[in-house]
């Protein structure tokens, strides 16, 4: 009886011994793990920021050049910085975070240090991640305008964002990451995208698409339109328009809280419906100040 004892615990010790080795390797890789995530995620902030200056900052905003932007521009971005906070007090947006602001002169540029992680510069304006927001613009900004690719003077149902929604736009996306934490938002950009893409263009006032021929599309229902001019762009810019249109109506013209706003299933379809019978009676006049 007592030989049996022994083997049971000589084996029961065997067993703990082998336990505590995994113990440790799984202490092992799970370290591995997090200090690769923390190097990737350390390279990914600090990659962007490579051959740039800091030239100005404001509020949490740092803002940043590459090395081939015209240095005379520096102070063409007061003005255009005071107008984007002002859209965002205008709509209480607030955001905690501070923020870098990289500016890059070319796109090759831009698309080699943007895109190599993943961000979509189909738009060749803007992105944003991490806290960071990186825009492209070949012209110089004073003005407060982006100066457009050529498919945009093409056609007359596209303007020309100014700098300052392009940069309000961006930092409202940062605010929405916060509010809505990081499920949630990737939830809302996957299945909800109108709300994510129309609360940022509702709260920078502007969108690519003109707002007179947004609202003869939403009224209409002319999707039809979409193959007649640049496919996969006009679809988004309608669908942020769109989007706009749908929370101006509801934050503005109805009064919604925002957080009402964030939490409720809409049903677009009777959405849409109500904002064009409120559309065509003069009831609801779209982006009405």
């Known amino acids: 009886m007592i030989v049996v004892k022994e083997k049971v615990y000589k084996a029961l010790n065997v067993f703990l011994k082998f336990l505590k080795k995994l113990f440790y390797i799984y202490l092992g890789v799970n370290a591995f793990i997090g200090i690769a995530i923390g190097s990737y995620v350390f390279i990914r902030i600090q990659y962007y920021k490579w051959n740039t200056e800091k030239v100005y900052e404001k509020n949490r905003i ?30 209480g947006i607030s955001c905690e975070k501070s923020i870098d602001l990289v500016f890059y002169y070319y796109m090759e540029k831009y698309d080699s240090k943007v895109n190599s992680f993943g961000a979509n510069s189909d738009a060749k304006a803007s992105t944003y991640t991490i806290g ?23 056609y007359d149902c596209f303007s020309i964002n100014p700098a300052s929604s392009t940069i309000a736009h961006e930092i409202c996306h940062i605010y929405e990451y916060e509010k809505l934490g990081f499920f949630r938002f990737c939830e809302y950009s996957k299945d909800k995208k109108w709300k994510i893409e129309g609360f940022a263009d509702y709260v920078s006032e502007k969108s690519l698409l ?13 999707n039809g339109y979409i193959e007649d001019v640049e496919g996969y762009i ?28 964030w939490e409720t299933e809409y049903d677009t379809d009777k959405l849409d419906d109500e904002i064009r019978e409120a559309l065509r009676s003069g009831e609801y006049k779209a982006f009405e100040q």
């Open 62 to 91: 740092s803002v940043y050049f590459d090395s081939d932007y015209p240095k005379a521009d520096t102070a063409c971005l007061h003005p255009v910085l005071d107008r984007s906070l002002a859209l965002l007090r205008e709509k």
């Open 132 to 154: 960071r927001i990186s825009l492209f613009s070949a012209a110089r900004f004073c003005d407060d305008v982006f100066d457009g690719d050529d498919w945009i003077e093409k």
């Open 210 to 222: 003109k707002v007179d021929k947004g609202i003869e599309l939403f009224i209409e229902g002319d």
């Open 234 to 261: 006009v679809e988004r810019a309608i669908l942020y328009f769109f989007g706009r249109l749908r929370t101006d109506y509801l934050l503005r013209y109805k009064g919604i809280p925002e957080d009402e706003y």
